[in-house]
Each structure stands twice: as structure tokens, then as C-alpha cells.
């Protein structure tokens, strides 16, 4: 079942938490603070999905619920990940306009106002763009590499950076909800739904506390979900390599018979032998590799492996939303 949104809220912001409980308090603070300088004071929730952080984050949401009644928590029974934590936020919110952000406050809680102005503009989605990335040096080459992949795999228009940080309408939100697969990647169901798709430059700030949670194993998972799971150009790729090594072959192969008969005398290539088969073989294994990660995604969402399961609130949720 999907929210409708209520009359009352004009924003929901929905952050996935994992190992925050020091900066949580801050977060709902600054937040707070910056709707209410923009005249969304009793107008907007903040949705705390705790994504089975294993320090004390949530005992400190319902902590900060229970204190301030705009906070809405949500804990999920096992980790889902940041972008199924974030589904199992839009699954409860409320509110005509989103916010996704991190839990982190490397995402200015003062720049919310100015992403909404856009989408008061009329664009369905408004992504932060950061001026000075406070990023690891691989944490930027990775960014790179996926933003090369979301231009060729989803179609990314050019210039656009798909930040965890962004603002949409509501109505944009309900659709992004329609996908109930086990492997959400939000940026590639916005890009589904819409290109109306603006930015706003941004500082990035430095973590408040503590150390990131992305590495480079979550970081290669997440540009294999957004590859295999909205996009079937590596199949084709690996269709085009394998029609270019046929031919490469017939071209080599031509090549070593007419050799032959106009030298009886050349040995056989035994070296030239080995790699050739190694390298084809390689090819065919990455092919067969490919085809076992669309096949298992495909396995997984048609056994419903669910993609978040919700252990508790701090508010009254629908049983259909808490388990999709």
C-alpha cells in the first residue's frame, strides 16, 4: 500500500542510519532548524530508518521521537542496505515534496530550501552537486567510473551527478515505489520515471563523526545492482566481444593455414596456442559470470526475497509497507 500524502505535511525527509548515534541528535537539530527558517515549521517529518546499525542508533531515534514529534523510526530487522533502507523510508512518508539525505551531515540540512525552490520550479527531482568533495581519492575515481556507467547503462543525461542527496516530488516518490524487487537502486527508478531532473551546487562537509560506512566491496555492489538490475547493455556488450573474437578468430585462423601451406617448415604455435584459448576461455567466463548474476537477480525477486523487512516503528505502520 502506498501513503497517500497528507495536506498537512509539505515535506518528508527520509535518512537511512547506520552507525550515527552520536550525530543523530545534531542531525534532527539542524534539520529542524533549517525547514523551520524556511517556514516549514509543523509542516514536515524527518524519517530515521535504522538499518540494523549494530551500535546504539536506535535506542537514540526513539529517544529523539519521543522527544520531537515530527521524528518518525523505523528499524529494520537485518541490514538491507542504503537503498532499500531508503525504499523502506518512501514507504512511509507523508508529505507533498522528499528529501533523501545521509545520515552523516556531509549533506547541509541548510540546502534543503534551496533544492525545494526547484522543484517549486517545477522540476520533479533536484540532486545536490558538490563544489569540494570531501572524499577519499578512490571514493572519487569510483564516482567517476559509476557515472560513466549510469550514462551508458541508464541514460544519465550529461553534467547530471546522481548524489545520495536529492529532493522530489511526492508523486515521484509513489512511483519509485511501484518496483518491489529484492535490488533497488533509486537513482536508476527515478531515471525511470522522469528526466525533469535539475541540481544545485552544494559544500560538501566533512563527516561530523566517526568514519564512512561505503568500501570498495559495497561500492562494486552497488554498480553491479545498477547494471544488472536496469540495464541489460552488458549482455550486449558481451554479444558485440563475442562476435568480434569469432571473426578475429576466422581472421587468425586463415591466416595460420595459409602460412602453413606456404611454409611446410613452420612449427606448430603452441605459445600462441595457449594464450588464445586462455584468453578466449577468460572471456567466456566473465559471459558466463554475467549471465549468472541476471539469472540469480532474476531467481531471487521470483522467490519474493523481500527487500527490507521492518522490526519495529515508532508509529503505527501499515503491515503491507512494513513487509513488501
Known amino acids: 500500500m502506498l501513503l497517500e500524502a497528507d495536506s498537512k505535511l509539505a515535506l518528508s525527509v527520509v535518512v537511512p542510519v547506520y552507525r550515527s548515534a552520536t550525530i543523530l541528535p545534531k542531525l534532527v537539530v539542524e534539520t529542524a532548524g533549517a525547514l523551520a527558517s524556511a517556514g516549514l515549521l509543523g509542516q514536515f517529518e524527518l524519517v530515521l530508518v535504522c538499518d540494523a546499525s549494530p551500535d546504539d542508533s536506535w535506542n537514540v531515534i526513539e529517544g529523539l521521537a519521543r522527544q520531537d514529534p515530527f521524528v518518525r523510526g523505523i528499524l529494520l530487522r537485518r541490514n538491507a542496505g542504503q537503498h532499500n533502507a531508503t525504499m523502506a523510508g518512501l514507504h512511509q512518508v507523508r508529505g507533498r515534496q522528499v528529501v533523501i539525505m545521509d545520515d552523516d551531515l556531509q549533506h547541509p540540512p541548510s540546502a534543503i530550501p534551496r533544492m525545494l525552490a526547484e522543484l517549486d520550479n517545477g522540476y520533479d527531482v533536484c540532486y545536490a552537486r558538490y563544489l569540494h568533495r570531501r572524499h577519499a581519492l578512490w571514493k572519487r575515481l569510483g564516482s567517476w567510473i559509476n557515472d560513466l556507467g549510469a550514462r551508458l547503462l541508464l541514460g544519465k543525461p550529461p553534467g547530471l551527478y546522481l548524489s545520495s542527496f536529492k529532493a522530489m516530488q511526492g508523486d515521484v516518490a509513489r512511483e519509485l515505489l511501484r518496483y518491489d524487487g529484492p535490488f533497488a537502486y533509486v537513482d536508476g527508478l527515478i531515471l525511470d520515471v522522469t528526466r525533469n531532473i535539475t541540481s544545485v551546487e552544494i559544500e ?40 568480434m573474437l569469432a571473426f578475429l578468430s576466422a581472421v587468425f585462423g586463415a591466416y595460420l593455414i595459409v602460412n602453413k601451406m606456404l611454409d ?46 521492518v522490526r519495529k516503528t515508532t508509529f503505527a505502520a501499515s503491515p503491507v509497507d512494513a513487509n513488501p
Do not use: C
Not at 560538501?204 to 544488472?228: C, E, I, P
Not at 547493455?233 to 554479444?239: D, H, I, Q, S, T
Not at 586462455?278 to 525477486?301: D, H, N, P, S, T
Open 204 to 243: 560538501h562537509q566533512q563527516r561530523f563523526d566517526g568514519k564512512g560506512n561505503y568500501d570498495l566491496r559495497s561500492s562494486v555492489s552497488l554498480w553491479l545492482k545498477m547494471a544488472t538490475s536496469f540495464s541489460v547493455y552488458p549482455l550486449r556488450v558481451m554479444a558485440v566481444l563475442g562476435l
Open 264 to 309: 611446410p617448415t613452420i612449427p606448430a604455435g603452441w605459445t600462441s596456442l595457449i594464450a588464445t584459448i586462455l584468453f578466449v576461455g577468460g572471456v567466456q567466463m566473465i559471459g558466463l559470470g554475467l549471465l549468472g548474476e541476471y539469472l540469480g537477480r532474476a531467481y531471487l525477486k521470483l522467490n519474493r526475497k523481500p527487500q527490507f523487512v
